[in-house]
């Protein structure tokens, strides 16, 4: 994190992928950092969080897998606050880990079946390569477009991660960033999950999660940093702030808090 942070308003210029452009959009417009981790378990408390934070977000991230309930219908409901509120939803924090061939599969078919309706998806990297490709083909089957620039989903790739004794290696970390970077990569892979900033290139977001103003930890391995510290130390772009606000007693207020200090801590990175 040596180099200098390139503002928004420039990289928003270079991004290629659909997805990574509007959702940098969205954080100019409404001047947010902050994507909320709506882990709830139920279709009516996850529409509820959704409206309730939706003004001070730029990003939703669902674990769709953790609903009692999940039916497809309620997304459909959660799109329109999307639309009302203005924010992007990451409806899928799946993190695929199988063969290109399997991944393909579990990206378009199943119950889910996940690329009709979500924007945003990620995969650890683990497999190697081929998880990419097979999440691309199906994108791309899907459309029915041969254009890659015309792929709409963007791919996050997990290159670090929040939790205690976690197996990742700085090597493992560089090893996820030269796929992201690689050109025939370069108009579906949005960015990353990861603690910080890992690649220079403009064109790729970093998204951090074990954020908290209060906390510092579970008793399950998760590890807690504040807004300010992963956006001015660490130099990432989007914080995933999960907990710290969907138990907070008020969430709309502590979803404001969060989109206020990560907004501050954003314009202090640009003259750090
Ligand atoms: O390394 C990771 C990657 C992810 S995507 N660590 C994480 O915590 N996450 C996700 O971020 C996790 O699945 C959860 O949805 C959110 C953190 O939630 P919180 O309640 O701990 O803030």
Same mark, same amino acid.
């Given at each position: 994190?040596?180099?200098?942070?390139?503002?928004?308003?420039?990289?928003?210029?270079?991004?290629?992928?659909?997805?990574?452009?509007?959702?940098?959009?969205?954080?100019?417009?409404?001047?947010?950092?902050?994507?909320?981790?709506?882990?709830?378990?139920?279709?009516?408390?996850?529409?509820?969080?959704?409206?309730?934070?939706?003004?001070?977000?730029?990003?939703?991230?669902?674990?769709?897998?953790?609903?009692?309930?999940?039916?497809?219908?309620?997304?459909?409901?959660?799109?329109?606050?999307?639309?009302?509120?203005?924010?992007?939803?990451?409806?899928?924090?799946?993190?695929?880990?199988?063969?290109?061939?399997?991944?393909?599969?579990?990206?378009?078919?199943?119950?889910?079946?996940?690329?009709?309706?979500?924007?945003?998806?990620?995969?650890?990297?683990?497999? &190697?390569?081929?998880?990419?490709?097979?999440?691309?083909?199906? /994108?791309? =089957? *899907?459309?029915? %477009?041969?254009? +890659?620039?015309?792929?709409?989903?963007?791919?996050?790739?997990?290159?670090?991660?929040?939790?205690?004794?976690?197996?990742?290696?700085?090597?493992?970390?560089?090893?996820?960033?030269?796929?992201?970077?690689?050109?025939?990569?370069?108009?579906?892979?949005?960015?990353?999950?990861?603690?910080?900033?890992?690649?220079?290139?403009?064109?790729?977001?970093?998204?951090?999660?074990?954020?908290?103003?209060?906390?510092?930890?579970?008793?399950?391995?998760?590890?807690?940093?504040?807004?300010?510290?992963?956006?001015?130390?660490?130099?990432?772009?989007?914080?995933?702030?999960?907990? &710290?606000?969907?138990?907070?007693?008020?969430?709309?207020?502590? /979803?404001? =808090? *969060?989109?206020? %200090?990560?907004? +501050?801590?954003?314009?202090?990175?640009?003259?750090?």
């Amino acid at each position: 994190n040596h180099t200098k942070r390139i503002p928004f308003e420039k990289r928003l210029e270079l991004i290629p992928n659909k997805v990574g452009k509007r959702l940098v959009q969205i954080m100019l417009q409404k001047k947010t950092c902050l994507c909320v981790a709506a882990d709830v378990t139920t279709c009516s408390q996850l529409l509820q969080l959704a409206d309730h934070v939706g003004p001070f977000i730029c990003l939703l991230k669902t674990h769709v897998d953790i609903l009692t309930d999940f039916d497809k219908q309620s997304l459909v409901q959660l799109k329109a606050l999307a639309d009302k509120h203005n924010f992007l939803i990451f409806e899928v924090d799946r993190k695929f880990a199988d063969i290109g061939n399997t991944v393909k599969q579990q990206f378009s078919g199943g119950v889910y079946n996940i690329v009709s309706w979500a924007d945003i998806i990620n995969c650890h990297t683990l497999p &190697g390569p081929g998880i990419i490709d097979g999440l691309k083909e199906a /994108a791309i =089957e *899907y459309h029915g %477009k041969k254009k +890659e620039n015309e792929i709409y989903h963007g791919l996050l790739l997990l290159a670090e991660m929040s939790s205690e004794g976690n197996l990742i290696t700085p090597d493992y970390t560089r090893h996820s960033v030269a796929l992201a970077e690689h050109e025939k990569y370069k108009e579906f892979v949005i960015g990353f999950i990861s603690m910080g900033k890992v690649s220079s290139n403009p064109t790729l977001l970093h998204m951090t999660p074990g954020v908290s103003i209060q906390n510092k930890g579970d008793n399950l391995g998760q590890q807690y940093l504040t807004p300010e510290h992963v956006i001015c130390e660490k130099g990432t772009d989007v914080i995933i702030v999960g907990r &710290g606000i969907y138990q907070s007693k008020d969430p709309a207020k502590s /979803a404001k =808090e *969060y989109q206020d %200090k990560s907004w +501050e801590a954003y314009l202090k990175s640009l003259n750090n």
